[in-house]
């Protein structure tokens, strides 16, 4: 069965940078995609980037694009989220999921209940 785990999170200034590792148990043939998603104080859980695990198609929400970047390591079954320039909106909870749904990857990631797996989630304080 697979397993998500999330590190890497933490409280920095305004401006730091972070880099997020989502380790999962095996990238079995049925995991199409990895997403990010975060969920601040009092809000709603929202997607943050998504990749699949064969293209290595990528997709980003518009309010991180050019500030975090997702990659992934095939061989130690891990994928990343390096967040440069962090903002005080980046706060929240950072979760690491897994779907087997071959959608396109901007509709998937937008759609959280297709992914199945979910990890317990790093928590990324932005603050001065």
């Known amino acids: 069965q697979l397993h998500l785990v999330e590190s890497g999170g933490g409280l920095v200034q305004p401006g730091a940078s972070l880099k997020l590792s989502c380790e999962a148990s095996a990238f079995t043939k049925d995991v199409y995609a990895i997403g990010w998603f975060r969920q601040a104080p009092g809000k709603e859980r929202e997607p943050v980037s998504c990749?699949?695990?064969?293209?290595?198609?990528?997709y980003y929400v518009d309010s991180v694009t050019g500030r975090f970047q997702i990659s992934r390591d095939n061989a130690k079954n891990t994928v990343y989220l390096q967040m440069n320039n962090l903002k005080t909106e980046d706060t929240g909870v950072y979760y690491c999921?897994?779907?087997?749904?071959?959608?396109?990857?901007?509709?998937?990631?937008?759609?959280?209940?297709?992914?199945?797996?979910w990890g317990q989630g790093t928590q990324v304080s932005v603050s001065s």
């Open positions: 999921a897994a779907s087997d749904a071959g959608l396109l990857l901007r509709a998937l990631c937008r759609s959280e209940r297709r992914f199945g797996v």
């Open positions: 990749t699949t695990l064969i293209e290595n198609a990528t």
